[in-house]
């Protein structure tokens, strides 16, 4: 196999690993998105309505109770996925510049025959 073709060879095979680092990505930050908008649709939530005073009151209590609780946990999940996001992001970085060297190498060995 001549050099040209094995930098074909590993440029085609970085692509593959470009392609499936940014499908990762791309769910990472679908996940990480699907859960902030869970937390703003928590946050952005009203009191109860057409209830006496009293009922709308410790309906409302109950409703904060459990949203903080909710939110709690909204955080720690979006504090996990954006370390994933994160990582990912680096990984597909990572792989375009592989990617990036392999392509320019294989120019600069096509530009000397």
Do not use: H, Y
């Amino acid at each position: 196999m001549t050099g040209c073709k094995k930098f074909q060879t590993l440029a085609t095979l970085s692509q593959l690993v470009l392609d499936q680092r940014l499908a990762d990505l791309r769910q990472a930050a679908e996940r990480l998105e699907r859960s902030k908008s869970q937390l703003r649709a928590i946050n952005a939530a009203g009191a109860p309505v057409d209830l006496p005073p009293v009922q709308a009151g410790l309906v409302d209590l109950a409703c904060q109770r459990w949203a903080d609780i909710r939110r709690a946990e909204l955080n720690t999940i979006i504090a996990q996925q954006t370390v994933a996001w994160m990582q990912a992001k680096s990984g597909a970085a990572a792989a375009f510049g592989r990617l990036q060297a392999l392509n320019g190498a294989a120019q600069r060995l096509d530009r000397k025959r």
